[in-house]
């Protein structure tokens, strides 16, 4: 079994302030590691992803995130927010052997508010 | 190429009615998960088909909740008899495969009066 713990539930922040969202992961397999932002109403939109390789993920709207298998994190930055980044955030993990069908297990959701 | 389709976008229902919840996965994509999102909660797995068949339902209630995804035509979540507690966002996603990441949907928000 696998689970997700986001950190805050909240974060806010001033525009153009740097912002980390912190997630950590539990499971007993290898894992793919997922963010996805959700705006009021809308569907997840797919920020990132980490499959294999280098630890550190680019992703759209100029996000990244950093794959720490020592201390079970990917934690998602992102250098300087707008006020579009208002957005809920949610981390989620995935079985890499494929035992899970790809279904995805996900965090509580941090909500990101960017303040004027 | 359209994206993941899902109807409708809010649906009302009284306690005891039925909901059927559609989605239309995206052109050339075979594999469809369902997703469930309580309030102020995160997403939660209910149940992952491929044409014809339900792959894995560990995450559907054991009662009046099913799934279909026939040859032809969307996927179908059905809620039989809904109570206060069903009333939630239902999301649907789409993928070729199964490790080739997904594309979701909208959601469909399920209020049940």
């Known amino acids: 079994a696998q689970s997700v713990t986001q950190l805050d539930s909240q974060v806010p922040v001033f525009e153009e302030a740097p912002v980390e969202l912190r997630c950590n992961y539990s499971?007993?397999?290898?894992?793919?590691l997922f963010w996805y932002v959700q705006y009021p109403n809308q569907g997840l939109q797919l920020l990132l992803k980490?499959?294999?390789?280098?630890?550190l993920v680019k992703g759209i709207n100029g996000f990244e995130a950093e794959f720490n298998k020592s201390q079970t994190s990917f934690h998602l930055r992102k250098p300087s927010v707008h006020i579009s980044d208002t957005a809920e955030y949610f981390c989620?993990?995935?079985?890499?052997?494929?035992?899970?069908?790809?279904?995805?297990?996900f965090g509580q959701g941090t909500i990101l508010t960017v303040h004027p | 190429n359209a994206g993941v389709m899902q109807n409708p976008r809010h649906l009302v229902r009284r306690r005891g009615q039925e909901a059927r919840l559609r989605c239309s996965p995206m052109?050339?994509?075979?594999?469809v998960y369902w997703y469930r999102q309580l309030p102020e909660e995160g997403l939660k797995f209910m149940v992952y088909?491929?044409?014809?068949?339900?792959?894995?339902e560990s995450g559907m209630p054991k009662e009046r909740f099913s799934a279909e995804f026939p040859k032809e035509g969307p996927s179908i979540l059905r809620i039989q008899q809904v109570v206060r507690g069903d009333s939630a966002a239902y999301f649907c996603?789409?993928?070729?495969?199964?490790?080739?990441?997904?594309?979701f949907g909208s959601g469909t928000r399920l209020t049940v009066v």
């Open positions: 052109k050339g994509h075979s594999h």
């Open positions: 499971s007993s397999v290898s894992v793919y």
């Open positions: 980490y499959l294999s390789g280098s630890t």
């Open positions: 088909l491929q044409k014809e068949n339900i792959i894995d």
């Open positions: 996603a789409s993928s070729p495969g199964q490790l080739r990441g997904y594309t």
């Open positions: 989620a993990v995935s079985d890499a052997g494929g035992t899970s069908y790809g279904k995805l297990t």
